[in-house]
């Protein structure tokens, strides 16, 4: 009788503690899910994640902004390029004497202002067509 008395509270002394042991894991389990459901939806552990997604944004933002700088900028450097190429097509001398103009050289030199030029020197003259010598003959 004793030792079977001993032996039901011993059981039971048992079946308390594993009890008391389960009711503890699971209450510190469900303590640690709560606490880990705050940390993360709290800001501060949001805020790095946060912060990625703004500058992600802004990285995005100006990148675009470089984009369209770039392209405005190409056009540009093209539209005056076109310009350049115009004018200096228009004022080439083959242009020039196109447009009924002719070009006067003495020694291979494009002579600009009738000073440059002596009763007797030889000259070319240049037309759209052809190129003839000339002798300098003064009125």
């Not at 030792?3 to 469900?30: F, S």
């Not at 103009?101 to 000073?115: L, Q």
Request: charged letters at 30%; proline letters at 1%.
């Amino acid at each position: 009788e004793l030792v079977i008395q001993d032996r039901v509270d011993l059981v039971e002394v048992v079946g308390n503690i594993q009890y008391t042991m389960k009711k503890r894991v699971h209450d510190r389990i469900v303590s640690l899910r709560d606490q880990m459901k705050r940390l993360l939806s709290s800001y501060s552990f949001n805020k790095p994640r946060d912060l990625v997604l703004q500058w992600s944004q802004r990285i995005d933002e100006l990148d675009k902004s470089l984009s369209l700088a770039a392209t405005h900028l190409l056009e540009s450097a093209h539209v005056r390029h076109v310009s350049f190429e115009k004018r200096l097509e228009a004022l080439s001398p083959r242009n020039v004497v196109l447009r009924g103009y002719a070009i006067v050289r003495k020694d291979h030199r494009i002579v600009t202002t009738a000073r440059e030029l002596a009763e007797g020197d030889l000259a070319e003259i240049q037309f759209k067509d052809n190129s003839v010598a000339a002798r300098v003959e003064r009125k």
